[in-house]
């Protein structure tokens, strides 16, 4: 079988590599793919999100299986597109995906399921939002504990933690009146900052079988320590101890199960990845969002972990027949994702800085490095491309031996500007000397 697969992140590097693994596997197209993905599959030259493209490749290369990988061309309806050419495709429809593509459907679905989130507002007329924010803190200089989001995609970015006033104030003005997120601040939420812990868990669905995966955690600010403005991600690490087997059910019950029969109520049932985003308060677990994909880059420590086909998942959610296969199994050893950016990543960066020791990170033991914002010039050396660049990932026989792997790989690649966060997973190691503490 030929599978295709949209995008070019490291989830998409990810799914390529572990894809080819498969024995039902002829073939790996990406689309377009980066350098890593040159290497591990065939890159074809189409855009994410050019769908008539997309659909002419699938049918002339007679590709048995798509499957996408990022949120725009979700959002634009490519699994639409290509199931009315009667295609293959893994993914939610364009109806569906609204759980990811706008954060006010979103919060709508979650208070029709009586699914746990913050307390929310939403607004289009940013005089209506800053009336808001100035009549419930009216003090110039008040504590603001609120999250003001952009409605719309904005690339993990559109969305801004307020302690003070002012901060929301000015965030309101960004969103809506300096139109930094584009369309996406057309219209925003307002919510309730809470406080705890973030935990990611992904579960695969055909719309009525749930596979919940291993729950990981994702470290979205720049800084160590959680500082600095948001990312699409600085790294991951899976299984996060912070969410154990009891959580875990209960996270399926309550959050997972309502979300999915409340979107097959509204006739826009979902099929492919649910990720929820969960802050885990002291009154129990909260959904801040959802996304409709594999996450980046929760994917490339979970892939890692995998050890059965996971064509054979794929298909399952296509077919419906969730139900019918095996329960996938896992690799005991956790993982972790560092990724490596450039310098000014979230904000302004170069790109085109040649790379050295990719090769030499690989060779670590139990390392894979997947390429996220990377292409290849004429003389096939790579060069950097976007912000996150690559997501350098290690398994360990403990968190801390992971940690170690993948530390000692980042330290073999060189770029002029490259830079990452030295503490990803140490919230678990922190984590479990609280628990042995208490």
């Known amino acids: 079988m030929k599978i295709l697969i949209i995008g070019n992140g490291g989830r998409e590097h990810a799914l390529a590599w572990k894809i080819k693994q498969s024995p039902r596997v002829k073939e790996v197209f990406v689309a377009p793919g980066n350098a890593g993905t040159a290497l591990d599959a065939v890159n074809v030259p189409i855009g994410v ?10 049918k002339q290369e007679r590709i048995g299986l798509t499957v996408v990988g990022p949120e725009a061309p979700l959002a634009l309806g490519v699994v639409d597109a290509f199931e009315s050419e009667k295609l293959r495709v893994f993914g939610p429809t364009g109806a569906a995906a609204q759980l990811e593509s706008s954060k006010a459907f ?3 679905v979650l208070r029709q399921a009586d699914v746990p989130t913050a307390d929310f507002q939403i607004f289009r007329d940013p005089d209506d939002a800053m009336r808001f924010v100035k009549g419930r803190f009216p003090g110039e200089r008040d504590r603001c504990p609120v999250v003001v989001k952009a409605d719309g995609l904005a690339a993990g970015k559109g969305v801004i933690v307020c302690k003070r006033r002012n901060e929301a104030l000015d965030a309101i003005d960004r969103i809506a009146r300096r139109k930094e997120f584009g369309s996406a601040g057309s219209q925003m939420i307002i919510e309730e900052r809470l406080e705890g812990q973030e ?18 955690q ?61 802050m885990l308060t002291q009154t129990g677990p909260k959904v801040l969002e959802y996304n409709c994909r594999f996450g980046d ?40 994702c560092v990724v490596m950016a450039s310098q000014g990543y979230p904000g302004d960066y170069e790109k085109g800085k040649p790379i050295t020791g990719i090769q030499a990170a690989d060779e670590v033991p139990d390392v894979k490095v997947f390429h996220a914002g990377t292409r290849l010039d004429q003389e096939n050396n790579v060069l ?10 290690a398994l360990g026989e403990s968190i801390s031996v ?32 609280e628990v042995q503490e208490h």
């Open 297 to 336: 880059p929760e994917c490339q420590p979970l892939l890692m972990r995998l050890k059965s086909d996971l064509v054979e998942i794929l298909e399952a959610v296509v077919d419906q027949k969730l139900d019918q296969i095996d329960a996938p199994e896992w690799d005991p050893r956790p993982a972790i």
């Open 199 to 216: 935990a990611s868990v992904l579960a695969i669905t055909d719309g009525r079988t749930i596979l919940p995966l291993p729950p990981a």
């Open 402 to 433: 992971a940690k170690l792997n993948a530390y000692t790989a980042v330290q073999k690649i060189r770029w002029a500007g490259a830079w990452c966060r030295k503490d990803i997973s140490d919230k678990a190691l922190t984590f479990a000397a």
């Open 218 to 278: 994702d470290h979205k600010p720049a800084f160590d320590g959680d500082k600095g403005p948001n990312t699409g991600g600085m790294g991951a690490y899976c299984p996060t101890p912070m969410v154990d087997d009891a959580l875990l059910a209960w996270i399926e019950e309550h959050v997972l199960v309502p979300t999915i029969h409340t979107m097959k109520r509204n006739r826009k049932p979902f099929r492919g990845v649910l990720y929820a985003g969960l």
């Open 49 to 58: 999100s050019d769908i008539a493209e997309l659909v002419k490749f699938a």
């Open 106 to 108: 979103c919060k709508n």
């Open 384 to 393: 950097t491309d976007g912000g996150r660049v690559l997501g350098v990932t």
